[in-house]
């Protein structure tokens, strides 16, 4: 599905991803989100061209030369239902101020999703704020799986070694390549080190701690070790869910719903079919599944 799409007033096509191309879109969310630094021509290079799972999909709509709104998946690996399959993230949108209130998000995300259900990906996820939650649901049929939990503490979240975990419903699945470029992120990088059976990485996030995930590594998925950084904060975030079955927390109270900024909501929609809805008690994720960090 390549071919542009006209309405009386605008042309939709897909994302592009030329230097003139990443420039339009960074002055879009300049626009948009005027108090947003990270969107510069390098950031969105490595987010949209440089992935090693695929360039971003998505649709843009054009207004002759003006770019009127934005809509982004990032490509990914997961494994879903028993399968590892092909997924994307849903992740940057941006309409902008002179053209909203049209229904451009929905159309652009129903043309990203109906061009990649013919590219082979089976679903697209997100995590979704409280104030966006309700239109990935009603307009786009997207499943509210389960609030991420948001905890503060220390140590580990309590991951089990590669093997011994419990059977997942949702887990991204990432090569060595894949999570060196995730870890790469020119705005934040992602620092990791071995621990035991286990790696662990950590990002920028609140000024009294950092965002803290930990993954169990098949052979083969390890990162070298000179991607290794150390100089570890001890109190930790955690934004993310672990299967029912594992769930201990121990050393991490979660944070009051008073004093975060916006609940955060795991979503789903399936674009093949083949798995309907997740089982929200079986889900691994952490902050380098999503963009808050």
Same mark, same amino acid.
């Given at each position: 599905?390549?071919?542009?799409?006209?309405?009386?007033?605008?042309?939709?096509?897909?994302?592009? @991803?030329? /230097? %003139?191309?990443?420039?339009? @879109?960074?002055?879009l969310?300049?626009?948009? !989100?005027?108090?947003?630094?990270?969107?510069?021509?390098? +950031?969105?290079?490595?987010?949209?061209?440089? *992935?090693?799972?695929?360039?971003?999909? #998505?649709?843009?709509?054009?207004?002759?030369e003006r770019? &009127? %709104?934005?809509?982004?998946?990032?490509? #990914?690996? %997961?494994?879903?239902?028993?399968?590892?399959?092909?997924?994307?993230?849903?992740?940057?949108?941006?309409?902008?101020?002179? $053209?909203?209130?049209?229904?451009?998000?929905?159309?652009?995300?129903a043309?990203? $999703?109906?061009?990649?259900? /013919?590219?082979?990906?089976?679903?697209? @996820?997100?995590?979704?704020?409280?104030?966006?939650?309700?239109?990935?649901?009603?307009?786009?049929?997207?499943?509210?799986?389960?609030?991420? /939990? &948001?905890?503060?503490?220390?140590?580990?979240?309590?991951?089990?070694?590669?093997?011994?975990?419990?059977?997942?419903?949702?887990?991204?699945?990432?090569?060595?390549?894949?999570?060196a470029?995730?870890?790469?992120?020119?705005?934040?990088?992602?620092?990791?080190?071995?621990?035991?059976?286990?790696?662990?990485?950590?990002?920028?996030?609140?000024?009294?701690?950092?965002?803290?995930?930990?993954?169990?590594?098949?052979?083969?998925?390890?990162?070298?070790?000179?991607?290794?950084?150390?100089?570890?904060?001890?109190?930790?975030?955690?934004?993310?869910?672990?299967?029912?079955? /594992?769930?201990?927390?121990?050393? +991490?109270?979660?944070?009051?719903?008073?004093?975060?900024?916006?609940?955060? *909501?795991?979503? +789903?929609?399936?674009?093949?079919?083949?798995?309907?809805?997740?089982?929200?008690? &079986?889900?691994? !994720?952490?902050?380098?599944?999503?963009d808050? @960090?």
């Open positions: 599905m390549t071919a542009d799409i006209a309405t009386p007033t605008l042309t939709f096509a897909p994302v592009r @991803y030329d /230097e %003139a191309a990443l420039a339009k @879109y960074g002055a969310f300049a626009a948009c !989100f005027p108090d947003a630094s990270k969107f510069t021509p390098a +950031y969105l290079r490595w987010l949209y061209a440089d *992935n090693p799972d695929g360039a971003a999909a #998505g649709y843009d709509a054009w207004d002759g770019l &009127a %709104a934005h809509y982004v998946c990032v490509p #990914g690996v %997961a494994r879903i239902g028993g399968q590892d399959v092909r997924v994307l993230l849903s992740l940057n949108t941006a309409t902008h101020p002179d $053209y909203q209130g049209k229904g451009l998000f929905t159309k652009l995300a043309l990203t $999703y109906d061009s990649a259900r /013919e590219q082979g990906y089976d679903a697209v @996820y997100g995590v979704a704020n409280a104030n966006s939650t309700p239109g990935f649901i009603r307009k786009l049929g997207f499943q509210l799986v389960r609030p991420l /939990e &948001a905890r503060l503490g220390w140590g580990g979240v309590g991951t089990r070694p590669h093997g011994q975990g419990a059977a997942v419903s949702f887990e991204r699945q990432r090569s060595a390549a894949a999570l470029w995730r870890c790469a992120n020119p705005d934040n990088p992602v620092r990791m080190r071995r621990h035991g059976a286990l790696w662990q990485f950590d990002a920028a996030a609140l000024s009294v701690a950092r965002a803290y995930g930990e993954l169990a590594l098949p052979a083969g998925a390890a990162p070298d070790a000179n991607q290794v950084a150390g100089g570890w904060a001890p109190a930790r975030l955690f934004l993310g869910l672990v299967p029912d079955s /594992e769930r201990r927390f121990t050393g +991490y109270p979660s944070i009051p719903q008073r004093l975060r900024p916006s609940p955060l *909501n795991l979503i +789903y929609r399936s674009l093949s079919g083949r798995v309907a809805q997740l089982d929200p008690s &079986a889900i691994r !994720f952490s902050f380098l599944d999503f808050a @960090y």
